[in-house]
Nanobody, 123 residues
């Protein structure tokens, strides 16, 4: 089992950058694939990016490809989401999620979730 805590959200201007962190507890963290999702009021949780166990395999939603970068440090049990060229439509609560299986892009593919961190991008 793993517990996830997100941080790094806040307010940014369009074109700016933010870096989100997802800190995990549990010695088995390297065994988990991790993903970032985001959600706005009234909408379903949307897949953003995922990273495999070693960090070499990554996959991005088309909406964030070439702007966001997911990475991980298995020694410090942390996954980051570097967000650049931010747009107002990136405004959402961002959630970190983990599961033993890699490649999932639906919320139901992930067993463990953090509490979320708010990102607001102003135009």
């Amino acid at each position: 089992q793993v517990q996830l805590v997100e941080s790094g959200g806040g307010l940014a201007q369009a074109g700016g950058s933010l870096r989100l962190s997802c800190e995990a507890s549990g010695r088995s963290f390297p065994s988990y694939a991790v993903a970032w999702f985001r959600q706005t009021p009234g909408k379903e949780r949307e897949f953003t990016a995922t990273i495999g166990w070693s960090g070499t395999a990554t996959y991005y939603a088309d909406s964030v490809k070439d702007r966001f970068t997911i990475s991980r440090d298995n020694v410090n049990n942390t996954v980051w989401l570097q967000m650049t060229s931010l747009k107002p439509e990136d405004t959402a609560i961002y959630y970190c999620a983990a599961d033993y299986r890699y490649g999932g892009w639906k919320p139901n593919d992930y067993a463990y979730w953090g509490q979320g961190t708010q990102v607001t991008v102003s135009s």
